[in-house]
């Protein structure tokens, strides 16, 4: 049978592939996680981009198999330039379960600076990002913060998925503050 890497080789760097096949393989088999990591660094940037998706897929079912890879990627992964295994960290970080409140607040801080990014998906994902980290108990300033960061996105962010996201993300907030008066 082949690796997962090389399920996840065939076809063009953008497409999707056979990531959730893959996916699914790693939440029947999840010893297999460790292959797909391997995955988002390799050189062939078709894999790099199967194995973030893949990774987002598992994570979305099974956030706990993202807690032993914690050290990965807050440093590996979160260096890795590339517009959409960025964007798909974002969409992992924010499922961290086991972050400390120092790494909470380091990744708050890096991901906003990702507000600057060229891609109009990093951006959209990055806000989301903060938002969702700052929401955790005892983060009370950074939750004002970024609701702050949302209003400004919504107002004048400067693509239309910036927009639309942090409209979204006003829309989640507010129902959440209701829920806490409540």
């Known amino acids: 049978m082949p690796t997962l890497l090389d399920q996840l080789a ?4 953008y497409a999707l592939g056979r990531a959730a096949e893959v996916a699914a393989q790693v939440l029947a088999r999840p010893e297999l996680v460790d292959e797909l990591f391997d995955g988002l660094a390799d050189d062939n940037e078709g894999i790099r981009n199967r194995a973030s998706g893949a990774l ?17 990627l807050l440093t590996r992964v979160s260096r890795i330039e590339h517009w959409v295994v960025r964007s798909r960290f974002c969409q992992m970080l924010a499922r961290l379960d086991n972050l400390t409140p120092a790494e909470r607040r380091r990744m708050i801080v890096m ?29 009370a300033a950074e939750r004002t913060a ?13 693509t239309p998925a910036l927009r639309a996201r942090a409209r979204l993300l006003r829309k989640q907030l507010a129902k959440l503050a209701r829920a806490a008066r409540a």
Do not use: M, N, T
């Open 10 to 13: 065939v076809g063009p760097a």
């Open 56 to 72: 987002v897929q598992v994570s979305a079912a099974r956030p706990d198999l993202l807690g032993p890879y914690k050290r990965e």
């Open 111 to 139: 991901v906003r600076g990702w507000l600057d990014d060229r891609s109009s998906v990093v951006k959209a994902v990055a806000l989301d990002c903060v938002v969702q980290l700052s929401l955790a108990p005892g983060f």
């Open 146 to 158: 970024a609701a702050a960061l949302v209003e400004e996105c919504a107002a004048r962010g400067e």
